[in-house]
């Protein structure tokens, strides 16, 4: 496999909007998660980890956060060729934004032309996950399939909850691409499972270009990558799938290997920060050997005072990112982000804290998301009431208190 001639494209312009508040003043790859990364770092951390360094992010809503991460964190040898460079919507067919993934790529093609690579990897930029990408590209190498589309294995219950892949009787080539079908029938190997598309695919070029441009001429298409672009290489025959379940990364564990988890909905955001907080995470932060990079302030170490009585600095089944102080409070089962403050008799418990997140003597906050600069009075009990917190904050499904970014809490 030569990654020289493959360029890698990282969809990055989705809103968002099921992330609300998270994404009012960001794009939802730009989102912060387990304290010291972006989403977007686990995927760009994927592709470098795999010597794919030639990378293009596709933007287009609320992307200054998102830019100025890129740039400041993922620089690459300009000497050798390699960079990771963000592309905001440049409306060059037209005063329009993208309409759809197909159509991010379309309006894009010149990055591909100027390239000129022989394969094209598209990669989605918002699920916390690890994957050695070499071995899908040298499985869609081999195989000489026009696009190869990577797949996790899932319940069949669960058929209707995604888009899954039904193939032929081999498990390869791909027969049918449905959304979300309510009859899907279990794989020949495992019938009790389904594949479900992870929205990653490897293009071969020049069948990856033919099919945008048909796509662009349709007025009925949405321009979609998985509704519309792989349906039609599905019907041409050119099609294959990848187990998700055959990818193999150093330094993984028999716990962690094949974790992928999309965290579209606050719910699942919040349930992927709890996966990390386990003596034996169910997705392990600390795998050196396939590390997930990302960039920070200087901050200083993290700092515990205090231990006088009931008023003792510490934090459990936590994770304590650099910069943090936490004077006299108690951390359980909870992420702070950097900067954040737990001042005396304070308990954290269950919790998301983002950057500069500041907790007041005798404040409780409990199974909760709260957002950069938030400072929490004095005596405020947040995640005890639903009601009340329903009438000051977003409150999820499952029960989550959400406090968005620079929110004013009233105790």
Known sequence: MRSRRVLAVVLAGGEGKRLMPLTADRAKPAVPFGGMYRLIDFVLSNLANGGFLKIVV??????????????????????????????????????????????????NLNLIYDEEP???????????????????????????????????????????????????????????FREKPKDAVGLADSPDEVFASMGNYVFKTQAMIDALREDALDPSSKHDLGGNIIPML???????????????????????????????????YYEAHMDLISAHPVFNLY??????????????????????GDRVGRAIDSLVSPGVIVSGGTAIRSILSPKVVLH????????????????GRGAVVRKAIIDKNVVIPDGARIGFDPE??????????????????NEIVDR
């Open 388 to 405: 009340y917190d329903r009438s000051r904050f977003a409150l999820t499904r499952g029960g989550v208190v959400v406090i968005g970014k």
């Open 234 to 268: 599905v019907k041409s025959g050119g099609a294959d799938v990848y187990d998700f379940a055959h990818n193999i990364v150093p330094g993984s564990t028999e716990r962690d290997r094949g974790y992928w988890r999309d965290v579209g909905t606050l719910d699942a």
């Open 287 to 308: 795998n050196d050997k396939w590390p997930i990079f990302t960039g920070h302030d200087p901050l200083p170490p993290a700092k515990f005072v205090h231990n006088d």
């Open 344 to 359: 005396s008799h304070s308990l954290v418990e269950d919790s998301v804290l983002m950057e500069n997140v500041k907790v």
């Open 118 to 176: 022989e394969h094209v990897i598209v990669f989605g930029a918002d699920h916390i996950y690890r994957m050695d990408p070499r071995q899908m590209v040298e499985q869609h190498e081999e195989s000489g399939a026009d696009v190869t589309v990577a797949a996790i294995r899932q319940p069949l219950s669960l058929a209707d909850q995604f888009g899954v892949i039904e193939t032929d009787p081999e498990g390869r080539r791909i027969v049918a």
């Open 58 to 107: 596709l933007t287009q809503y609320k992307n200054h956060s998102l830019d100025r991460h890129i740039s400041r964190t993922w620089r690459l040898s300009a000497m050798l060729g390699n960079y990771v460079t963000p592309v905001p919507a440049q409306q060059r067919l037209g005063p329009r934004w993208f309409s759809g993934s197909a159509d991010a790529l379309f309006q």
